[in-house]
C-alpha cells in the first residue's frame, strides 16, 4: 500500500473546500495515511452516494492512518486519501465501513500528492452503493447558513397567510396558485441559485418586524 507523509487535514461531515475552512476547526496534522488510486467513477461514488466498504477494505487501512502527537503516536481507525489523479479527498470511515467524514488537502499539499499519484496504478476498492444522497449542493458554508435560516423560518410562518403572501408577492409577484407556502418550496427546490438570496432577505425583513 501508499502512504503519503505529514500533511494536514480537516475532517467533517461536509466535504469542505480549503477556502472555506473556519480558524475554529480541528485541524488533524497526519504522520501517515494509505494512498488508493481509484476511477473517477469511484470517487464520484464516494462523495455523492452512500456506500459501504467491504470488511477486507476495512482490515487493510485499519489504524494505517497516523497523527502527530508530542508524547506518543495516535491512530485514525478507519481513514484513507483516495484520488483518480485529478482529484483528491480524504476519507474517515466507521467500524461498519461507511464513510463519516471527508476533508481536502491544503493546495500545495494537494498538488505534491496528484504529482506523486501519477506513477501509480489504478486499484479497484471494493464497496455497494446502498443509495444516493440527498440534500442541496452548497458550495460555501455560508450557503449552507442560508439555506438552513430560510427553512427554519418558513416552519416559523407557515400558519402566518399574511406574511406567506406578502413573502411570495415580494419574491415571486402575482399568482393564481392557491398554496403559496407550497410553491416557495417548489421554486426554492427547482431554481435554488436564482432565488434564495431574494426570499432569505426578504425572510430577515419579515423576522425584523415582529
Not at 475554529?24 to 459501504?52: A, F, S
Not at 504529482?115 to 450557503?143: A, D, M, P
Request: contains cysteine; hydrophobic residues 35%.
Amino acid at each position: 500500500m501508499n502512504y503519503i507523509y505529514d500533511i494536514f487535514l480537516n475532517y467533517d461531515k461536509n466535504l469542505y473546500e480549503v477556502f472555506d475552512w473556519n480558524k475554529e476547526d480541528k485541524i488533524t496534522h497526519i504522520r501517515k495515511i494509505p494512498l488508493v488510486i481509484v476511477k473517477t467513477e469511484d470517487l464520484y461514488n464516494l462523495v455523492n452516494k452512500i456506500v459501504t466498504f467491504d470488511l477486507e477494505f476495512l482490515n487493510k487501512i485499519y489504524q494505517k492512518t497516523e497523527i502527530f502527537n508530542k508524547r506518543k503516536i495516535e491512530y485514525i481507525e478507519y481513514s484513507f486519501l483516495a484520488t483518480d489523479k485529478k482529484e483528491l479527498i480524504a476519507f474517515k470511515l466507521n467500524k461498519n465501513g461507511n464513510i463519516i467524514q471527508y476533508s481536502k488537502l491544503l493546495y500545495e499539499e494537494e498538488e505534491e500528492v496528484l504529482n506523486y499519484s501519477k506513477s501509480l496504478g489504478f486499484k479497484n476498492i471494493n464497496y455497494k452503493v446502498q443509495k444516493k444522497k440527498e440534500n442541496f449542493s452548497f458550495k460555501t458554508r455560508n450557503e449552507d447558513k442560508i439555506k438552513k435560516y430560510i427553512y427554519e423560518e418558513l416552519e416559523k410562518i407557515k400558519n402566518n397567510s399574511n406574511k406567506i403572501k406578502f413573502l411570495y408577492f415580494e419574491c415571486f409577484g402575482n399568482t393564481k396558485n392557491k398554496n403559496l407556502l407550497k410553491e416557495i418550496h417548489y421554486k426554492l427546490e427547482n431554481n435554488w441559485e436564482n432565488n434564495y438570496i431574494e426570499v432569505y432577505n426578504c425572510l430577515k425583513n419579515i423576522a425584523i418586524k415582529r
